[in-house]
């Protein structure tokens, strides 16, 4: 069963006070008349039921997708990196297995910690913390975010963290934890700039990420990987940050924050001639053109860091999660 640790006062606030409130927070004009500017409302982001809704409809929605590899049926619960990375997931499933997924096991969550941001504007969002049936003994990290009362959560970002590495969040005194702003500067990296500082590091190395799977490792892999006997691999990094790709920020304890944030990888590969690239079948699905020479993969990864703040002590960012997915090819 799930375990709700939310908000002492969580209860006390429905969706219908939610509602009432983010409309009825009017301003006087010079002219006497009434304006309202909800979207300047210092709110939860949602309610303690409302939340445990979301999940579970994403839940359903994301198993029944994978049973069927019908991206249709979960579309509507996910959006951004996730959304992107599960529909070519989906796609290239359908393609080698028309009658749907033969190995679907349903995914279970459980021990469920909701955290929800007080905060003003657009887009409001929560961030769910779970135990799974699926990647061992790793926390699953949900965040759902919507663009209106009128609109359903999504899930944006989806990422597994090793048991024990979520860091504590700051919390006012009724439970509602605090948004960072992209631009902070009291943070060692700005959140907005996380996703323009990895892409950066992935490339040249440097100072601003602390080692780790996620970073000096995976860079040793690139670079045992860029060469191989008659195959040459490229790799270009970018960040992405607009529209349901920006980076979100929660404030920890400490005065650092947990950021999420998504980066899109162009990988060419290209092999001498006489070779062949390597590939499998959920690589042919999403490629277009023929593979003779060259091929060239477009990744979109989503993923969790923790950013110190700014002067105290040490100064790297810490990569503690992230979840990458193919979602199209070229050949040529």
């Known amino acids: 069963m799930s375990r709700d640790r939310g908000p002492r006062r969580l209860h006390r606030l429905d969706r219908s006070a939610l509602i009432a409130a983010s409309v009825t927070a ?3 004009t010079a002219s006497g008349c009434m304006v309202v500017h909800g979207e ?3 709110l939860p982001a949602t309610t303690k039921a409302e939340a445990a809704k ?9 198993n029944a997708a994978d049973k069927e590899y019908d991206s249709s049926l979960d579309a509507a619960h996910v959006t951004g990196a996730l959304g992107a990375i599960d529909a070519a997931r989906l796609k290239a499933g359908k393609a080698n297995s028309p009658s749907g997924n033969a190995t679907h096991t349903p995914l279970k969550l459980s021990d469920v910690t909701y955290t929800v941001p007080k905060k003003a504007g657009w887009p ?9 049936n699926k990647g061992g003994t790793a926390r699953w990290l949900l965040v759902f975010t919507r663009n209106g009362l009128d609109e359903p959560f999504q899930v944006a970002y989806l990422t597994l963290v090793a048991e024990g590495k979520v860091p504590q969040f700051k919390k006012d005194a009724d439970g509602w934890a605090e948004t960072v702003p992209v631009n902070s500067a009291e943070l ?6 996380v996703g323009e500082e990895y892409a950066t590091y992935l490339k040249s190395g440097g100072d601003a ?4 799977a996620y970073t000096s490792t995976w860079r040793a892999a690139r670079e045992k990987d860029g060469k191989r006997p008659g195959l040459v691999t490229q790799y270009i990094d970018e960040p992405m940050t607009s529209g349901d790709y920006a980076p979100l920020a929660l404030r920890t304890t400490d ?3 947990l950021v999420f944030f998504a980066t899109h990888l162009y990988t060419k590969q290209t092999a001498a001639p006489g070779t062949s690239i390597p590939t499998n079948d959920a690589v042919q699905a999403l490629t277009t053109g023929e593979i003779k020479q060259s091929l060239t993969m477009e990744i979109v990864s989503n993923s969790v860091a923790v950013d110190p703040p700014k002067g105290a002590g040490e100064q790297e960012v810490t990569v503690l999660g992230r979840i990458q997915g193919l979602t199209a090819a070229k050949g040529s």
């Open 40 to 42: 300047r409302e210092v």
């Open 26 to 28: 009017l301003s006087l």
């Open 255 to 257: 005065g650092g924050a």
């Open 188 to 193: 060692a990296v700005p959140p907005g700039e």
């Open 209 to 212: 990420f602390a080692d780790g």
């Open 124 to 132: 409001r969002w929560f961030v769910a913390d779970a135990a799974g």
């Open 54 to 62: 979301a999940l579970q409809q994403f839940t359903n929605a994301y």
